[in-house]
């Protein structure tokens, strides 16, 4: 049976052990695709993939994935859909687009992680905070703000970042 490159290079970038697994990741990325010409390619990739029998099948796509370029192998759509799964989960608090960032009296940005449970959340959680400059000199002045702040982001939390967004005028 002849394949097309196009659809060659659609088994290459979904192969899997076995005939089922490379047909489940090709069918869950046409239900994705918004181009037209591309999801016709891989319907026809996996029209003629069915009618391969099973160990011939595994057989060809193994083939077919040694046939192409190691770098393209490396780069696969399964490994760029894990990776994109693996992401770093979304922070919570304030948010980029927020209104807090944008007020004039904002200045500070922390990041926390949060890695023992506490009142601040749940392990692995992750937090971003705006502030202004009243809120940093409360922080500075009042010494058991900082003492309970402190201990509670030195036990339970992880500082990931902290930036000054703006200097006053």
């Known amino acids: 049976m002849k394949f097309s490159k196009n659809e060659l290079n659609v088994i290459c970038q979904n192969a899997a052990p076995t005939k089922a697994e490379t047909l489940a990741g090709i069918k869950e990325i046409v239900s994705v695709t918004a181009d037209l010409m591309t999801k016709l390619i891989m319907e026809n990739a996996i029209r003629r993939l069915e009618r391969i029998p099973e160990p011939e099948c595994s057989q060809f796509i193994a083939s077919v994935k040694a046939q192409f370029p190691t770098e393209q192998n ?23 687009s927020g209104k807090e960032r944008f007020r004039p009296e904002t200045r500070h940005m922390i990041m926390v992680e949060v890695q023992k449970q506490c009142f601040v959340g749940f392990k692995g959680e992750r937090f971003r905070f705006y502030f202004s400059d009243l809120f940093s000199a409360f922080w500075t002045n009042n010494t058991i703000f900082i003492n309970c702040l402190s201990t509670v982001l030195t036990k339970h939390c992880s500082i990931l970042q902290c930036a000054t967004l703006r200097t006053n005028p």
């Open 74 to 96: 490396n780069n696969s759509i399964r490994q760029r859909l894990a990776a994109a799964k693996a992401q770093e989960q979304i922070l919570q608090g304030h948010d980029l």
